[in-house]
């Protein structure tokens, strides 16, 4: 058998390295007599292109983020809301991995749409990058952001005076640029390889959130396969979530240790102390609860949002 795995990132980068080595142990605990094939971000379309791929069942497997999405499955918008998961990156791997409010609740909801999460990873803190320097949330005024599909992203980066724009990663570098676009929001290491951080004077370590991608597959297909064949699939993903967490990490730092070393393209690193951080808080946490009683964005379930903020508790024991 072949299996068609497509991934958002390129060769290298932690959702590709992701579906490579899942190919990997796959061809070994099979002798070769399944081939998974990974796919790099642009092979078949854009980001939206690609989730619609897998629900369509054109590809069997899919690394996907939520972010685009975000009409679809309004739920899954819950991972861009500001300073609602742990800051510690462990502490909320551990509650990706665990959570029944997303393993079984939020999958359910995406398998409405016949897609499957099998499992939760983070890429690794979110960071901003801007010419303007972000230390507190009125430095986001008459910013043009660029966010994923996702209308919780709009409303959060309006509460801090920014307006947004969708688009697909792959144009961003050009958006930035030009100034079409002023800033964005991703993880370190892919700021480094994708190069934002050259066209952005300053970046800023403000751990909002952590970027979380799911690994997926088309529901009807999985569903028929053989249960030997359900079992090697969900063995091999739950084992890869060790195995990813120590990918981005290292990417992470990496990527952060290359852009300060890159003196032809300056980028003036901010981290924000906890009294920043309260100042952004303070303005996002409102949000949380806007986003639970569905003021911003409709079809939301609530008992989601309320078990979660429970496990989240269970672990940070706040
Ligand atoms: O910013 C984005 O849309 C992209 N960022 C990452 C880290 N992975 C893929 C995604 O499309």
């Excluded at 991934?7 to 590709?16: D, H, M, N, S």
């Excluded at 952001?145 to 509460?159: D, F, G, I, K, N």
Aim: hydrophobic share 35%; glycine share 6%.
């Amino acid at each position: 058998a072949q299996w068609m795995f497509i991934t958002e990132e390129l060769k290298g980068e932690v959702q590709y390295e992701y579906a490579a080595e899942f190919a990997k142990r796959i061809d070994e605990k099979t002798n070769g007599a399944i081939e998974v094939v990974p796919y790099e971000y642009g092979a078949l379309g854009s980001e939206v292109d690609q989730a619609q791929s897998l629900q369509q069942g054109a590809v069997q497997l899919a690394v996907m983020s939520p972010g685009f999405t975000g009409g679809q499955v309004p739920d899954g918008q819950i991972f861009s809301l500001h300073y609602f998961f742990p800051a510690d990156p462990e502490q909320t791997q551990e509650v990706l991995t665990n959570s029944e409010a997303l393993n079984t609740d939020l999958r359910a909801k995406y398998e409405e749409h016949n897609i499957t999460p099998l499992a939760f990873w983070t890429e690794g803190a979110m960071a901003w990058t801007s010419n303007v320097g972000i230390e507190e949330p009125s430095d986001w005024e008459g910013l043009n952001t660029r966010v994923q599909e996702s209308p919780l992203m709009r409303e959060t980066y309006a509460a801090y005076g920014a307006t947004v724009q969708s688009i697909s990663w792959g144009e961003l570098y050009t958006a930035l640029d030009r100034e079409t676009v002023d800033a964005q929001e991703n993880p370190i290491f892919f700021i480094n390889s994708a190069s934002f951080y050259e066209v952005q004077d300053t970046l800023t370590i403000s751990n909002h959130n952590n970027y979380v991608a799911m690994t997926t597959v088309n529901t009807d297909w999985y569903n028929g396969l053989p249960e030997n064949e359900k079992a090697l699939i969900d063995e091999t993903v739950e084992e890869m979530q060790e195995w990813v967490f120590e990918e981005q990490k290292a990417q992470n730092e990496a990527g952060l240790e290359a852009i300060k070393a890159d003196t032809e393209n300056p980028t003036e690193i901010i981290e924000l102390t906890d009294e920043q951080i309260e100042a952004f808080k303070e303005v996002a946490l409102p949000v949380h609860e806007k986003y639970r009683n569905g003021e911003l964005t409709e079809g939301v379930d609530p008992a989601i949002y309320d078990k979660l903020k429970e496990e989240i508790a269970e672990v940070t024991g706040e």
